[in-house]
Nanobody
Framework: QVQLAESGGGLVQAGGSLRLSCAAS?????????MGWYRQAPGKQRELVAA???????NYADSAKGRFTISKDNAKNTVYLDMNSLKPEDTAVYYC??????????????????WGQGTQVTVSS
């Protein structure tokens, strides 16, 4: 089974920084196509913050451009989100997401989107 383990959330003052980490684990992982971060604030829909592909292409929400940086460590199957100049409106639960190819019985391959359990980021004004 594939699992995503998130860490790094917390409480920070406006203007501060946080680093989120998400590690994918599972003994049947063939390839990680994309890894990224979404967030969901109270009363709002979940939205993409940033994502990185297996080819290291990146995609950022407009609200994240210039302040957040997504990166990955392929050897560790880990994605990072460095968040700088945090604002109160960045307060949300941040979820790691990964599209992963796995191999099952008889060599069958599957591509599945996985989600982490979420980590709270709170930015005080």
């Amino acid at each position: 089974q594939v699992q995503l383990a998130e860490s790094g959330g917390g409480l920070v003052q406006a203007g501060g920084s946080l680093r989120l980490s998400c590690a994918a684990s599972g003994n049947n992982i063939l390839k990680i196509n994309t890894m990224g971060w979404y967030r969901q604030a109270p009363g709002k829909q979940r939205e993409l913050v940033a994502a990185v592909t297996s080819g290291s292409g990146t995609n950022y929400a407009d609200s994240a451009k210039g302040r957040f940086t997504i990166s990955k460590d392929n050897a560790k199957n880990t994605v990072y989100l460095d968040m700088n100049s945090l604002k109160p409106e960045d307060t949300a639960v941040y979820y790691c997401n990964a599209e992963i190819q796995t191999i099952g019985r008889a060599g069958l391959r599957f591509t599945t989107a996985y989600w982490g359990q979420g980590t709270q980021v709170t930015v005080s004004s």
